[in-house]
């Protein structure tokens, strides 16, 4: 069973960072493609970043450049840093596994999510 559980969102000032953590139990982490959504008021939940088994990592036009997804296989856990915020980055963000390493697209679970709060 696909176990998934953020932290490290809060609230941060245009321009400042922040890092937030996955923590995945109950599969074969290291054999998973991740990813991070995340979703903002009134809007859908976009992919913001993944990173395939093998560690090729993906972002949406939006975010390259200021965030980056990493990876500790021995840790189970992912991280999004996130650089340069700015006030569109507001939303909830969510862990995801994809059981396909090469990231199908399809998610097999999810987290419960963490707000990230950008103030101007």
């Known amino acids: 069973q696909v176990e998934l559980t953020e932290s490290g969102g809060g609230s941060a000032q245009a321009g400042g960072s922040l890092r937030l953590a996955c923590s995945a139990s109950g599969f074969t982490y290291e054999t998973f493609c991740m990813s991070w959504f995340r979703q903002a008021p009134g809007k859908e939940r976009e992919l913001v970043s993944r990173?395939?088994?093998?560690?090729?990592?993906h972002y949406v036009d939006s975010v390259r450049g200021r965030f980056t997804i990493s990876r500790d296989n021995s840790k189970k856990t992912l991280y999004l840093q996130m650089n340069s915020l700015k006030p569109e980055d507001t939303a909830v963000y969510y862990c995801?596994?994809?059981?396909?390493?090469?990231?199908?697209?399809?998610?097999?679970?999810w987290g419960q999510g963490t707000l990230v709060n950008v103030s101007s």
């Open positions: 990173i395939s088994a093998s560690g090729v990592d």
């Open positions: 995801a596994a994809d059981w396909n390493g090469w990231c199908s697209g399809s998610q097999d679970g």
